[in-house]
């Protein structure tokens, strides 16, 4: 980009400065407000916080604890769709703005972090397009050239990230606002599934469908956004509780393509080529490729602009659009203003459709672990689009549409350079609760790939050579893995207390053969009591591996009632990990269900 520094603000570059005394949170502002003016793009932004302000904040971070902040000093931008208390949330539109009193539940989880929000960011208005251009506020340019668009409509936080203006930045994603934009700007672009990250504090588009995504320079990056940012949130009617998932190995995961009649590239060779090449990159890296059956998906994407999905755009901002319809961009007015045609009926023949259409797409999920497909098949100029608006925005939700219809969660990854040097995109498709493994793959994509990071022109290859690896959990303290036995194994009925500590799912094992199992008496919840034999004779038990950050192992051993407590479990391999051992005395009665071999054949059991 030609800043006058050269350092990456990616998670590891930047919490390697910070750990070496190389930068401080204030300097690190100045830096990044020196940049914004150098970039000299206004209609990146909404609005930019005043350089004050942002250091008031950097220098609140200095007096706390780096080691309690995992997102300690790092700068994002926000959507201007998402609320930021005292500041107008406009969502494209200067006559909708109004001044939230609270910030949206993900802005205070990110802050709570220790994260340092910059500004506000550019959008098609209400969320509706792919493109960037529909927005009053002026197009902002794509870094790679400025003819052609940013993609929408997180347009203004796709640019920040990729011109090195923060380290990341939230989007929404209702048909594909959270990847499009990452593939015209070469960066990475993580569409989660549906409500794992609040929405409470969002200007709905399509309330039942819209997620909030993340935007960053790498996918390491991004999963660890997510992991923070992510969590139940008991005032969003639409957050729900992550269900782990078990993380395969890359070696041998099936990657699903479509047939060349569902591949439709626009005329642009260029964008074939490099999709036909990701694919001969993931077969590199130990991926099976299958061929699936893309039809109940590519039927899918039409249904999000129908029926009951055009209605919730109108039922999120109709009125509005009634009362002040000069106020609208004319395609968005017209795109909102078209539900009028859909009555009750045909609203629940969509919901119907869909049903259908999701049950046959299932199908499709018993032979592929992923489904790979290009971000969007081609780029339009600006001008182009706005020659032609309707059709062309459709066209770039060829292979985005469907996802959040369907309930999948994927990541877009930069897939290689043009010969007219703009870049081009990789998403990778995934069930819901697999954003792990998408960051996992993507990474290794990614990787293998290589290129640089956003447009900055910083290579990938050394920031990943230069750098200490990226935590997990926080940036300065290893999280802690704790092996559970009974009710908070997954599907049982404290699990969610694991989740709610931000835990993820490590592995599923067994202990090794030192322990004996009881079914507990008198409690609350039926749960069991392990024990370890003082002469080594037992039997090995099923367990399930987590780990937790450090703050949260904290709460999590609080909650723990006698006579259990925490010990040190010795797993099948030798691995030693915390987990959940029971005092002697509570076994007196107890059943011994040790052969049985862990709880959930216990409880199957019962059942015979």
């Not at 993580?190 to 990250?197: A, E, N, Q, S, V």
């Not at 290589?450 to 750098?467: D, E, K, Q, V, Y």
């Not at 987990?579 to 011994?592: K, N």
Request: charged share 15%.
């Amino acid at each position: 980009m030609g800043f006058i520094d050269d350092t990456s603000l990616d998670l590891r570059s930047l919490m390697q400065r910070y750990r070496t005394g190389e930068t401080t949170p204030d300097a690190l502002v100045r830096q990044i407000y020196e940049r914004i003016e150098q970039y000299a793009d206004p209609a990146v932004w909404i609005y930019l916080a005043p350089i004050a302000d942002s250091l008031n904040c950097a220098r609140a971070l200095m007096e706390q604890d780096p080691s309690q902040l995992p997102l300690y000093g790092v700068p994002f931008a926000i959507k201007d769709n998402l609320d930021w208390a005292g500041v107008p949330t406009t969502a494209g539109c200067p006559e909708f703005a109004y001044v939230p009193e609270r910030s949206a539940t993900v802005l205070e989880q990110l802050c709570g972090a220790g994260a340092i929000p910059i500004g506000k960011t550019n959008l098609d208005q209400f969320a509706t397009g792919l493109v960037g251009t529909r927005t009053p506020y002026g197009v902002c340019r794509n870094p790679f050239d400025a003819r052609y668009l940013p993609g929408g409509s997180s347009a203004g936080s796709g640019v920040a990230v990729a011109a090195g203006l923060v380290s990341f930045s939230l989007g929404t994603d209702t048909a594909g606002s959270g990847r499009v934009p990452a593939a015209f700007t070469n960066i990475v672009g993580l569409k989660p599934t549906r409500g794992l990250i609040s929405t409470k504090g969002l200007v709905p588009a399509v309330r039942s469908l819209d997620c909030v995504s993340v935007f960053a320079l790498t996918c390491a990056d991004a999963e660890f956004v997510l992991q923070i940012a992510g969590g139940f949130d008991a005032d969003d009617p639409f957050s729900r509780l992550a269900e782990p998932r078990d993380m395969p190995k890359i070696a041998g995961l099936r990657v699903g393509v479509p047939s060349d009649e569902y591949l439709n590239f626009f005329g642009n060779i260029n964008a074939e080529q490099r999709y036909r090449e990701a694919i001969t990159h993931l077969e590199t890296i130990g991926c099976q490729i299958v061929a699936i059956d893309f039809q109940p998906f590519a039927e899918t994407v039409p249904l999000l602009y129908e029926g009951p999905w055009l209605a919730e755009r109108y039922a999120a901002v109709g009125k509005f659009l009634e009362q002040h319809p000069h106020a609208v961009h004319p395609t968005v007015g017209q795109i909102i203003s078209s539900a009028s045609r859909y009555d009750a009926v045909s609203v629940y023949q969509g919901m119907y459709r869909l049903a259908e259409l999701k049950r046959q797409s299932e199908a499709q999920w018993r032979s592929m672990d992923i489904l790979a497909l290009p971000t969007t098949g081609t780029i339009y100029t600006v001008a182009e689009v706005v020659a032609e608006p309707t059709v062309l925005n459709r066209n770039l939700g060829t292979y985005t549409n469907f996802v959040n219809l369907l309930d999948l969660c994927a990541l877009a990854v930069p897939s290689g350079l043009q010969s007219n040097g703009l870049p081009t995109g990789l998403t990778l498709i995934a069930p819901m609760w697999q954003e792990a493994l998408l960051c996992q793959l993507g990474a290794a994509f990614h990787t293998q790939l290589g290129g640089t990071l956003g447009a900055t022109g910083i290579p990938l290859a050394t920031i990943s050579a230069s750098t200490t690896p990226l935590p997990v959990n926080a940036p300065f303290e290893k999280p802690i893995r704790i092996a559970v036995v009974g009710a908070h194994l997954t599907g049982q009925p404290l699990n969610h207390q694991l989740i709610e500590e931000q835990g993820t799912l490590v592995r599923s094992c067994r202990t090794s053969s030192i322990y004996r199992l009881y079914a507990l008496t008198g409690t609350t919840i039926s749960k069991p009591g392990l024990i370890r034999q003082s002469n080594g004779q037992g039997y090995a038990i099923e367990v399930e591996v987590w780990e937790l950050p450090v703050a949260g192992f904290g709460r999590f051993v609080a909650k723990i009632p006698p006579p259990l407590g925490i010990g040190t479990l010795v797993l099948e391999d030798g691995e030693e990990v915390k987990g959940f051992l029971c005092e002697s005395y509570a076994i007196a009665d107890a059943p011994d269900i040790s052969h049985l071999g862990g709880w959930r054949a216990y409880l199957a059991s019962l059942s015979l």
